[in-house]
């Protein structure tokens, strides 16, 4: 099994900036594509970010030049960079890695970091 765990969430005011990160734990895996979905109170969860191992990136339209994922290989950790946060952006927020474990293709999601954007 490979576990995820999200850290840096939290409160902060309109406007401010948050960093998430999010680090692979387990044995005999490789992290292929990892990436950032929230989901707000009454939302369907959706797609923030996303960066492949050539650290290659998508993002939604919505948050392009706001957000910024990067990755870390050799820790197998993944960041979400938020600026100008907006009260838009509260939400939890989830990690994702698409993965091999033990020579077979699996996916991991985190238990999810909540973000709450207000005055």
Same mark, same amino acid.
């Given at each position: 099994?490979?576990?995820?765990?999200?850290?840096?969430?939290?409160?902060?005011?309109?406007?401010?900036?948050?960093?998430?990160?999010?680090?692979?734990?387990?044995?005999?895996?490789?992290?292929?594509?990892?990436?950032?979905? !929230?989901? #707000?109170?009454?939302?369907?969860?959706?797609?923030?970010? /996303?960066?492949? =191992?050539?650290? $290659?990136? %998508?993002?939604? @339209?919505?948050?392009?030049? !706001?957000? #910024?994922?990067?990755?870390?290989?050799?820790?197998?950790? /993944?960041?979400? =960079?938020?600026? $100008?946060? %907006?009260?838009? @952006?509260?939400?939890?927020?989830?990690?994702?890695?698409?993965?091999?474990?033990?020579?077979?293709?699996?996916?991991?999601?985190?238990?999810?970091?909540?973000?709450?954007?207000?005055?």
């Amino acid at each position: 099994q490979v576990q995820l765990a999200e850290s840096g969430g939290g409160l902060v005011q309109p406007g401010g900036s948050l960093t998430l990160s999010c680090k692979a734990s387990g044995s005999n895996f490789l992290v292929y594509e990892m990436g950032w979905h !929230r989901q #707000a109170p009454g939302k369907q969860r959706e797609l923030v970010a /996303v960066i492949s =191992r050539n650290s $290659s990136t %998508k993002y939604a @339209d919505s948050l392009k030049g !706001r957000f #910024a994922i990067s990755r870390d290989l050799a820790a197998d950790t /993944v960041y979400l =960079r938020m600026n $100008s946060l %907006k009260p838009e @952006d509260t939400a939890v927020y989830y990690c994702h890695a698409d993965l091999i474990v033990g020579g077979r293709p699996g996916a991991s999601w985190g238990q999810g970091t909540q973000v709450t954007v207000s005055s």
